[in-house]
């Protein structure tokens, strides 16, 4: 077997569910947000994928089919990250273990724990970003997809916005042990402004939803 690290896109479900529920210290919250926002824009595309092509709703068949693409690139940008939160916590973990002997050895430990875990929120925080995005994509799947479909535009709200609340959590933690105040502060007001955003647009999905039922 390699020692090197599990790539969990081309691995089977089975692999990610357990390696989450394992000792192992990743896939964390951070990877698990990912995969949700991923499966939330995976909701969006399938949306799209019964409503496109069907001369019923021809009129919207331009928005669908960019709607299908950008749901598309959203789902292959949370499977990424969903890597590499798990990456950049090991990464931390790694600049834990260095030597703090001398003067020399503390510093330089000091200064690769405080690099790694602004790696470590930076992934989130993206997270965060894409999901809210995720969140917007359901509102236009509810407001323009088949009817037949809508409540999977609303789960994919709830996901996207389950996504953008846990990977925030994740910064969180890490921006609590970050010494950069400018960093720290413009990341905390901007998670706050994400989750805002991507609560009150579940909110709109499920009340189109709810209204197509």
């Given amino acids: 077997?390699?020692?090197?690290?599990?790539?969990?896109?081309?691995?089977?479900?089975?692999?990610?569910?357990?390696?989450?529920?394992?000792?192992?210290?990743?896939?964390?919250?951070?990877?698990?947000?990912?995969?949700?926002?991923?499966?939330?824009?995976?909701?969006v595309a399938m949306v799209c994928n019964l409503t496109q092509g069907r001369e019923k709703f021809a009129d919207v068949e331009t928005e669908i089919v960019a709607l299908v693409g950008q749901a598309e690139e959203d789902r292959t940008r949370l499977e990424k990250l969903l890597q590499d939160d798990t990456t950049a916590y090991n990464?931390?973990?790694?600049?834990?273990?260095?030597?703090?002997?001398?003067?020399?050895?503390?510093?330089?430990?000091k200064?690769?724990?405080?690099?790694?875990?602004?790696?470590?929120?930076?992934?989130?925080?993206?997270?965060?970003?894409?999901?809210?995005?995720v969140c917007r994509l359901s509102k236009t799947a509810a407001e323009l997809g088949n009817p037949q479909a809508i409540t999977d535009a609303g789960i994919g709200a709830i996901l996207g916005e389950a996504a953008v609340v846990g990977?925030?959590?994740n910064v969180r933690i890490n921006l609590g042990s970050i010494e950069d105040c400018d960093y720290t502060m413009t990341a905390a007001a901007e998670i706050d402004k994400i989750q805002a955003e991507a609560a009150a647009l579940r909110e709109e999905v499920l009340a189109i939803t709810l209204s197509k039922l």
Avoid: F
């Avoid at 690290?5 to 947000?33: F, M, R, W």
């Avoid at 990464?91 to 430990?109: F, L, N, Q, S």
């Fill in 1 to 43: 077997m390699s020692d090197g690290p599990t790539i969990y896109a081309t691995e089977a479900l089975q692999v990610y569910l357990d390696d989450a529920a394992s000792k192992k210290p990743a896939p964390g919250g951070g990877s698990v947000s990912a995969c949700v926002g991923a499966l939330g824009a995976a909701l």
């Fill in 91 to 109: 990464g931390v973990i790694d600049a834990y273990k260095m030597p703090k002997e001398t003067a020399e050895e503390k510093a330089a430990r």
């Fill in 111 to 133: 200064a690769a724990v405080q690099a790694g875990l602004i790696i470590a929120a930076d992934v989130p925080l993206e997270i965060c970003r894409v999901a809210v995005d």
């Fill in 167 to 169: 990977a925030a959590l």
